[in-house]
């Protein structure tokens, strides 16, 4: 520091005539040495280099708080230590300044020091409902039943709450407790379940092994439509049965399945060997068809019933076709047969009495109440009735289309 600061080492210190030197300060005067031989001012110089020591000392210290470099609590403890040595110092120059210089960053000190505590506390708080947040869902897992992915969630929770900072003891051990209870819970449950589930696959695997036992039993048998049904059954009792551990059921299936196979495939090379007989029945079903389908449109269903009836006596003679071809065969007959059946209905429905007889009483009821309805008509023209005229009118209208639709229906009945 320059002489500017304080003033110079004549203005804060001394040396007298036994050498002693001494140092001026607002307590009072004290020695900080002795130069019993040489120049006084050469003395002042020497301690005046201890202050300015001193003052690099002071100078480091506020640059390091001001910079933030130092915690409160270590910053607090260095301007102590170096007040301390400021004012015992064995120095010449403005140790009260140098002091005074140290005070004032206490309240520098402090401002740090409640900055540092709020940070503190919303660091806290932030851990606490982070904390909170792990147990809430720690607790839902716990309560849950996804046994394979809350294992891993719940390491990962851990592994959070870890890194948290800690909180007041009370709420930390609080939350810790329900996030332990929650794992715990979580556990235990897990073990059981899985306990379970191994105690349901063995039984499971008991109830599989019979069942495929019994397909292959059946595989070789012959008795195609019995044990088609047999087969079907054994289906329904494997897919209630459940599952059993993964690569102990895939092997029983894979035994399950080749049974099913074996004779499934024997059947259906049995039923292509009876196919080939049945080829020539259906080609010779084919030809009754072209036949058949003659007969539509239906003229004389008379005629038509008797030419169908023959038909239907060769068809049956004919035999079994190949299951291919059943659906065709018999869905194009049993339309020619409906077609057929269809016209003989409705010549029975013509020549039917009683319909005629309906018939007739309809046109004979529209006929006279048409004639009725005239008479109306030339009654309110004489009196010059206009709306009653033009009811007439639309009531005649009516019922002569439903005469000429009745007269037109009555034509159609022959004996």
């Known amino acids: 520091m320059s002489d500017g600061e304080g003033g110079g080492a004549s203005d804060?210190?001394?040396?007298?005539?036994?050498?002693?030197?001494?140092?001026q300060t607002t307590a009072g005067e004290r020695v900080v040495g002795q130069w019993p031989d040489g120049d006084p001012e050469a003395a002042l110089a020497f301690y005046r280099k201890r202050y300015d020591g001193l003052v690099v000392e002071v100078d480091l210290l506020e640059r390091r708080i001001g910079a933030g470099a130092l915690s409160p609590e270590d910053a607090a403890k260095t301007?102590?230590?170096?007040?301390?040595?400021?004012?015992?110092?064995q120095a010449v120059g403005d140790l009260d300044a140098l002091a005074a210089r140290l005070d004032s960053l206490a309240p520098l000190i402090e401002q740090r020091r409640e900055k540092r505590k709020a940070e503190r506390a919303a660091k806290a708080e932030e851990s606490k409902q982070a904390k909170e947040r792990i147990a809430t869902e720690a607790e839902r897992l716990a309560s849950g039943a996804d046994w394979r992915g809350g294992a891993d969630k719940l390491r990962e929770l851990l592994?959070?709450?870890?890194?948290?900072a800690r909180i007041d003891k009370p709420t930390d051990d609080a939350l810790w407790h329900r996030f332990s209870t929650a794992r715990t819970t979580y556990t235990r449950r897990r073990k059981q379940h899985f306990a379970e589930l191994n105690e349901t696959r063995e039984v499971s695997r008991v109830a599989k092994e019979k069942l495929a036992a019994e397909a292959e039993g059946l595989a070789s048998s012959t008795d195609w439509g019995a044990t088609t049904l047999a087969y079907r059954d054994l289906m329904a009792r494997w897919k209630a049965a459940g599952p059993a551990h993964k690569s102990i059921d895939d092997e029983l299936w894979k035994r399950f399945r080749g049974a099913q196979d074996t004779f499934f495939g024997a059947r259906n090379a049995a039923n292509a060997e009876v196919d080939k007989e049945y080829a020539a029945n259906a080609e010779t079903k084919r030809g009754l068809l072209t036949e058949a389908e003659k007969l539509a449109p239906v003229t004389d269903p008379r005629a038509a019933r008797?030419?169908?009836?023959e038909l239907a006596e060769r068809w049956d003679a004919a035999g079994k076709v190949p299951r291919d071809d059943m659906k065709e065969l018999e869905g194009r007959f049993k339309k020619v047969e409906q077609a057929v059946r269809g016209a003989e209905d409705d010549r029975w429905r013509r020549s039917n009495p009683e319909a005629h007889a309906r018939a007739d009483e309809t046109v004979a009821k529209l006929e006279?109440?048409?004639?009725?309805?005239?008479?109306?008509?030339?009654?309110?023209?004489?009196?010059g009735n206009t709306k009653a005229s033009e009811q007439a009118r639309a009531d005649i209208a009516a019922r002569q289309s439903w005469l000429d639709q009745a007269r037109k229906s009555r034509t159609?009945?022959?004996?």
């Open 79 to 89: 301007v102590a230590k170096v007040r301390g040595q400021v004012v015992e110092a």
């Open 412 to 415: 159609e009945f022959a004996d």
């Open 159 to 164: 592994g959070t709450w870890k890194g948290l």
């Open 12 to 23: 804060f210190g001394r040396v007298d005539g036994d050498g002693n030197v001494y140092v």
């Open 368 to 383: 006279a109440a048409i004639a009725s309805l005239i008479a109306d008509l030339e009654a309110a023209e004489a009196a």
């Open 306 to 309: 008797e030419a169908f009836r």
